[in-house]
T-cell receptor, first 111, second 117 residues
Framework: RKEVEQDPGPFNVPEGATVAFNCTYS??????FFWYRQDCRKEPKLLMS???SGNEDGRFTAQLNRASQYISLLIRDSKLSDSATYLC????????????FGAGTTVTVRA | GAGVSQSPSNKVTEKGKDVELRCDPI?????LYWYRQSLGQGLEFLIY????????KSGLPSDRFSAERTGGSVSTLTIQRTQQEDSAVYLC???????????????FGPGTRLTVL
């Protein structure tokens, strides 16, 4: 079983729509969770950390469900510039700096 | 400030040749990581350096792969006797790495696109 699994998509949505997707992780000892964004042929960049109580950053909302071991990302009022691959990232154990990256969920926002 | 830099940006080599890929992390970052990403695939962890500790080499796919980090800064990933399946983008990342300062963010370089003919 992969450490982090994501629906690859693609999610094709019109501008202004809401899109949401999940990822699941296998290591119950994981303590740190993130969403990274990767544009085509570019390096990944941190989008946001995911906190236990859930957190928002503008139009982006992240949730963590430890019991079911999944993380979600919701994008409201989608913009064309949100088109990218979103990587779910989890550390491999408590106090572990090593991160495991999911293969990514591709989102395409159309005009 | 300067981000993570990698060189070369592109490398085309013939099967069987050795290649060296270089990474300059952000100054002050104690943790350095190498990943590779094949077309349409996720990031595959290769190796991790943390300060002066012994590196975690658990992700290296074969003994043809090795990496060094000199003086706690610049790192070199070496692939010996390259094979066609080694073709990928090799990404380097660095992070603060200390419990006190680590918020999980890894800063990535632009990568080296390796093509083995």
């Amino acid at each position: 079983r992969k450490e982090v699994e994501q629906d690859p998509g693609p999610f094709n949505v019109p501008e202004g729509a809401t899109v949401a997707f999940n990822c699941t992780y296998s290591n119950s000892a994981s303590q740190s969770f993130f969403w990274y964004r990767q544009d085509c042929r570019k390096e990944p960049k941190l989008l946001m950390s995911v906190y236990s109580s859930g957190n928002e950053d503008g139009r982006f909302t992240a949730q963590l469900n430890r019991a079911s071991q999944y993380i979600s990302l919701l994008i409201r009022d989608s913009k064309l510039s949100d088109s990218a691959t979103y990587l779910c990232v989890v550390n491999l154990g408590s106090n572990d700096y090593k991160l495991s990256f999911g293969a990514g969920t591709t989102v395409t926002v159309r005009a | 400030g300067a981000g993570v830099s990698q060189s070369p940006s592109n490398k085309v080599t013939e099967k069987g040749k050795d290649v060296e890929l270089r990474c300059d992390p952000i100054s002050g970052h104690t943790a350095l990581y190498w990943y590779r990403q094949s077309l349409g695939q996720g990031l595959e962890f290769l190796i991790y350096f943390q300060g002066n500790s012994a590196p975690d080499k658990s992700g290296l796919p074969s003994d043809r792969f090795s990496a060094e980090r000199t003086g706690g800064s610049v790192s070199t990933l070496t692939i010996q006797r390259t094979q066609q399946e080694d073709s990928a983008v090799y990404l380097c990342a660095s992070s603060l790495g200390s419990l006190a300062g680590w918020d999980g963010e890894q800063f990535f370089g632009p990568g080296t696109r390796l093509t083995v003919l």
